[in-house]
C-alpha cells in the first residue's frame, strides 16, 4: 500500500499475469462512477431503441413477443 499511494498504480501478477490492481482510492471510485454512467447509458440507450421498436408493434406483435419472452424464460428456469 505504501507502494501505491505516492506513485503510480501498482500491478500485481501471477506468474506473469496481470491479476490485481493497487489504485488511489479516488481513483478507483472516479473508474467505477464513470463505469457505471457507461452502463446507465447503455441501458438508456437500448431502452430508447426498444421503445421505437414497440412503438411500430400492433397488438398481435406485442402478445406473440410476451408469449416467447414468457417460453423463453420457463425453459431458462428449467434448465437451472
Given amino acids: 500500500m505504501d507502494t501505491a499511494l505516492p506513485q503510480e498504480d501498482v500491478i500485481i501478477e501471477r506468474y506473469g499475469t496481470p491479476r490485481v490492481a493497487i ?20 441501458l438508456r440507450q437500448a431502452s430508447e431503441a426498444a421503445s421505437a421498436r414497440a412503438a411500430a408493434l400492433d397488438e398481435q406483435e406485442i402478445v406473440e413477443l410476451i408469449e416467447r419472452a414468457r417460453t423463453e424464460a420457463d425453459e431458462e428456469s428449467a434448465q437451472q
Fill in 23 to 42: 489504485v488511489e482510492y479516488g481513483r478507483y471510485r472516479r473508474l467505477v462512477e464513470a463505469e457505471q454512467e457507461l452502463l446507465r447509458r447503455r
